[in-house]
């Protein structure tokens, strides 16, 4: 008979299980990680995983919230750090700290290409409930900081989601990558940002 998990052995496998989802996540990615690599990672059967989550998408919906928890926290310290600027500069410091931020985690693949399937392979109450695409995040990020722009919102979302797409060519680039990239984040909030 199997006795149940003491707290302190769901708090450890709990964070065995997120600590292999965020290496699995990044390499060899979502699809080609099994719940058997999970489960071993973290000392468990297979059976006992759906005591802790409910599938592999949920786990992997989890581990995407802290990521995008840490964008945000970068992006409000960067913001934070400009006050005093315009809003302009406030802006662009934020979308080019975030865009730091995710390519330091090594999350752009990640985020690209899994993240969209997971959220599929999800309820949509969950998905709905947890997820925005980075630009969308970061559109909100703005808001929620009171910037304010001259352009359709439609236009800044896009503007946005040009400059993220433009990080997955990084290794294309080369080392020029982020100073081009600050360029085009200041370019595009002197034209989408209101004085």
Same mark, same amino acid.
């Given at each position: ?12 496998? $709990? @964070?065995?299980? #997120?600590?292999? !989802?965020?290496?699995?996540? +990044? ?7 099994? *719940? ?53 500069? $406030? @802006?662009?410091? #934020?979308?080019? !700290?975030?865009?730091?931020? +995710? ?7 990640? *985020? ?84």
């Amino acid at each position: 008979m199997a006795h149940p998990f003491t707290d302190e052995q769901r708090e450890t496998i $709990r @964070a065995r299980l #997120m600590d292999s !989802a965020r290496v699995h996540a +990044i390499s060899p990615g979502v699809k080609k990680t099994s *719940l058997d690599m999970l489960t071993t990672d973290a000392g468990i059967s297979k059976s006992s995983f759906y005591k802790f989550f409910d599938s592999k998408e949920q786990l992997f919906l989890e581990i995407s919230a802290q990521w995008e928890a840490q964008v945000i926290a970068c992006a409000n310290t960067a913001l934070m750090q400009a006050e005093g600027e315009n809003d302009k500069r $406030r @802006a662009a410091n #934020m979308v080019y !700290a975030a865009f730091k931020t +995710i390519y330091s985690l090594g999350i752009i693949r990640f *985020l690209h290409e899994d993240l969209p399937e997971v959220m599929q392979a999800l309820p949509q109450a969950d998905a709905s409930r947890h997820y925005l695409s980075s630009a969308q995040g970061l559109f909100a990020m703005l808001h929620k900081a009171k910037i304010h722009f001259t352009e359709p919102d439609d236009v800044v979302l896009a503007s946005i989601e040009i400059l993220y797409l433009s990080i997955l060519h990084i290794n294309q680039v080369g080392a020029s990558f982020f100073p081009a990239l600050a360029t085009l984040v200041v370019g595009a909030c002197d034209r989408l940002v209101a004085e």
